[in-house]
């Protein structure tokens, strides 16, 4: 909603795109959907040879996002172009945000003792994040300290003064006396929980547009005039009627992000064919036939009231 406030173009700066995309063993493309997202939420959850004391990889669990999933045997999939239940791949890509935000899920549902917990799990903060092209550099962190009852939010971010690293907490700021990723690329933490990332494209591509994209900076921006009436009122309609980010990317982890993907292959494994699938799809769509089903069985329970309550 703030950002909404401030202006629309706002969010671009952080709205990002998974593209999920299922293909068929001979090449056909089954599913495709976009995905956008504010933040990219991160699960904590050991697997199954991975406990929660060990340290948890960032960049594991980034790159986790992008493992391709095959579908075989009793998890065929149907294929519209084959008309038959099928193999298939699915991939996801990503497309960066300028700024993008990583969340570290610290605050879950327990399902063994069905209760909400907050996880302290040490986790492994790389300095960068790097897919195809891409490079994302870390410049800030928010941490968290306490509890599900309450807590404190700090931030560390990294100054473009000076490069070095200073710690916000409420109105003091001090530079930290070990600055992070000193000695490693990465750094240890149990309290991270928002990371910050700034995009930018690989030295081989910033060599190819760079003159572009100054050439691009330098011209003017043309402004549109504002009705002062009519913008608070715009900036509401935009926000009620754009979600600044799907329920499922706020409250689940990535394997939820995909949920609606999964629930769609899910959907066409063992799909029925030929004129049983439109039989079937034919009477659905006709009022007269559902209306006859449901008086022959409103009759038939008005029958067996009537021989229940019958005297002997």
């Keep these: 909603m703030i950002l909404h406030k ?14 999920h995309t299922t293909t068929c063993s001979e090449g056909h493309c089954i ?14 959850r050991g697997t ?11 960049e ?23 008309e038959k239940d099928t193999e298939a791949t699915s991939k996801c890509q990503i497309e960066f945000p300028r700024v993008l935000v990583v969340l570290l899920k610290r605050f879950d549902m327990d399902y063994n003792t069905m209760k909400h917990v907050k ?12 897919r195809m092209d891409k490079t994302c550099q870390l410049y800030a962190i928010v941490n968290h300290m306490g509890g599900l009852q309450g807590g404190h939010y700090t931030a560390t ?45 690989s030295p081989e591509r910033q060599e190819d547009g760079g003159k572009d994209a100054r050439d691009k900076e330098r011209k003017p921006r043309e402004q549109k005039p504002v009705d002062q009436d009519q913008a608070p009122k715009e900036g509401i ?7 600044l980010l799907p329920q499922s990317q706020n409250t689940h982890d990535m394997s939820h992000l995909h949920l609606n993907v999964q629930q769609k292959v899910n959907n066409r494994k063992h799909r029925p064919s030929g004129k049983d699938h439109e039989s079937s799809t034919n009477i659905l769509k006709k009022p007269c036939v559902i209306a006859l ?20």
């Design 6 to 19: 401030v202006s629309s173009g706002v969010t671009e700066v952080f709205k990002g795109q998974l593209k």
């Design 31 to 44: 599913i495709e959907e976009m995905c956008p997202f504010l933040t990219l939420p991160l699960s904590l």
């Design 48 to 58: 199954s040879d991975q406990s929660q004391e060990a340290s948890y990889s960032v």
């Design 60 to 82: 594991s669990g980034f790159e986790k996002i992008f493992q391709e999933k095959t579908f075989s045997g009793d998890d065929m999939v149907y294929c519209d172009e084959c």
């Design 119 to 130: 996880s302290n799990r040490c986790v492994d903060v790389p300095r960068t994040l790097q």
């Design 157 to 201: 971010v990294l100054s473009n003064e000076d490069e070095t690293w200073y710690e916000f907490d409420d109105s003091r700021v001090r530079k930290l006396e070990e600055q992070p990723f000193t000695n490693s690329m990465t750094y240890s933490s149990s309290t991270a929980y928002l990371l910050v990332y700034r995009a930018s494209e």
């Design 237 to 243: 309609e935009e926000a009620q009627g754009e979600p």
């Design 293 to 312: 089903i449901v008086c022959g069985c409103l009759l038939v329970v008005i029958l067996i009231i009537i021989l229940v309550t019958q005297p002997v």
